[in-house]
């Protein structure tokens, strides 16, 4: 009878201890995906915090949220296989299923394996990260996301676009390091070149001067000379080496300040028109010409 009743507690027990240790399983899980929510942003900013460079704190918030998700992912995994074992599910053939699996998958998902390499590749060698405003994939737009597998942009319409890393081929990244704000001024062919230029210096050190657009600007105005000689315009090509994603405002802004300081000098900014040159000739004069018609 005392055996009967050992064995009987021990199976009541073994019945409550598989909910009890899944119970637990799924709890350690929970607090683990909330500690490394918590955990991860507080180490980021504090990283980001010691960098040297803007561009350095910001490879470290888009590794960052690579990090976070891949943590997420192994969490979850683990305990997933973790509760399949409560149930007696043995792992190991799981797991050599999955492997054959696995590769069976690899050759008809090839698209989506680049994709992870790729995207590998571009946070490890620095070449994408959040807040860049980059052209890739035939699209034009600041970074939103970037993940192992996609590129998610915003362009200045507001359109949202998904890239696949597998098939961005190109980055243009126009937010890395510096940039150049570069202005083309075309004249008219009757204007002195010497005099538009000393004027084209005297804006842009007016504008270097401005308080608001002086912090955006590192070196003086450089201005490269004519350029080309337009149907109508004589054009001349100058530009600011500014901050990263400053090169648009400082561009707007020379313009206005030029086309003021254009017009109060005096200078003809051209536009394309037409000149009509009548023909006349010796044999008919415009009376006979207005006959024959």
């Given at each position: 009878?005392?055996?009967?009743?050992?064995?009987?507690?021990?199976?009541?027990?073994?019945?409550?201890?598989?909910?009890?240790?899944?119970?637990?399983?799924i709890t350690?899980?929970?607090?683990?995906?909330?500690?490394?929510?918590?955990?991860?942003?507080?180490?980021?900013?504090?990283?980001a915090?010691?960098?040297?460079?803007?561009?350095?704190?910001?490879?470290?918030?888009?590794?960052?949220?690579?990090?976070?998700?891949?943590?997420?992912v192994?969490?979850?995994?683990?305990?997933?296989?973790?509760?399949?074992?409560?149930?007696?599910?043995s792992?190991?053939?799981?797991?050599?299923?999955?492997?054959?699996?696995?590769?069976?998958?690899?050759?008809?998902?090839?698209?989506?394996?680049?994709?992870?390499?790729?995207?590998?590749?571009?946070?490890?060698?620095?070449?994408?990260?959040?807040?860049?405003?980059?052209?890739?994939?035939?699209?034009?737009?600041?970074?939103?996301?970037?993940?192992?597998?996609?590129?998610?942009?915003?362009?200045?319409?507001?359109?949202?676009?998904?890239?696949?890393?597998g098939?961005i081929?190109?980055?243009?990244?126009?937010?890395?390091?510096?940039?150049?704000?570069?202005?083309?001024?075309?004249?008219?062919?009757?204007?002195?070149?010497?005099?538009?230029?000393?004027?084209?210096?005297?804006?842009?050190?007016?504008?270097?001067?401005?308080?608001?657009?002086?912090?955006?600007?590192?070196?003086?105005?450089?201005?490269?000379?004519?350029?080309?000689?337009?149907?109508?315009?004589?054009?001349?090509?100058?530009r600011?080496?500014?901050?990263?994603n400053?090169?648009?405002?400082?561009?707007r802004?020379?313009?206005?300040?030029?086309?003021?300081?254009?017009?109060?000098?005096?200078?003809?900014?051209?536009f394309?028109h037409?000149?009509?040159?009548?023909?006349?000739?010796?044999?008919?004069?415009?009376?006979?010409?207005?006959?024959?018609?």
């Amino acid at each position: 009878m005392t055996e009967l009743s050992i064995n009987s507690l021990g199976q009541l027990t073994q019945q409550f201890a598989t909910p009890l240790r899944i119970t637990l399983i799924i709890t350690l899980a929970l607090f683990a995906q909330s500690l490394i929510q918590r955990l991860v942003p507080r180490f980021r900013e504090l990283i980001a915090s010691r960098q040297e460079s803007s561009e350095g704190a910001q490879r470290v918030r888009t590794l960052s949220r690579v990090l976070r998700y891949a943590l997420m992912v192994a969490v979850t995994i683990i305990s997933t296989l973790l509760i399949l074992g409560e149930f007696g599910i043995s792992v190991a053939p799981l797991l050599g299923a999955a492997g054959v699996a696995g590769i069976a998958i690899g050759f008809g998902a090839q698209s989506l394996v680049k994709d992870y390499f790729t995207g590998f590749f571009l946070l490890l060698e620095n070449q994408i990260r959040i807040g860049d405003i980059i052209e890739t994939g035939g699209k034009t737009g600041a970074v939103e996301e970037v993940t192992l597998r996609y590129v998610r942009l915003r362009d200045y319409s507001g359109n949202v676009h998904y890239i696949p890393n597998g098939q961005i081929t190109i980055v243009t990244n126009m937010s890395l390091g510096y940039a150049y704000a570069v202005i083309d001024l075309g004249v008219a062919y009757g204007e002195q070149v010497d005099r538009v230029i000393t004027l084209m210096r005297e804006v842009g050190e007016q504008l270097q001067a401005d308080a608001l657009y002086g912090a955006k600007i590192f070196d003086p105005l450089e201005i490269a000379g004519v350029d080309q000689w337009a149907d109508s315009a004589v054009v001349i090509r100058c530009r600011f080496r500014v901050h990263p994603n400053e090169q648009w405002s400082v561009r707007r802004e020379y313009l206005r300040r030029a086309k003021a300081a254009f017009d109060h000098a005096g200078i003809e900014i051209p536009f394309p028109h037409l000149k009509i040159v009548p023909c006349s000739t010796s044999a008919e004069s415009p009376s006979s010409l207005a006959q024959h018609r």
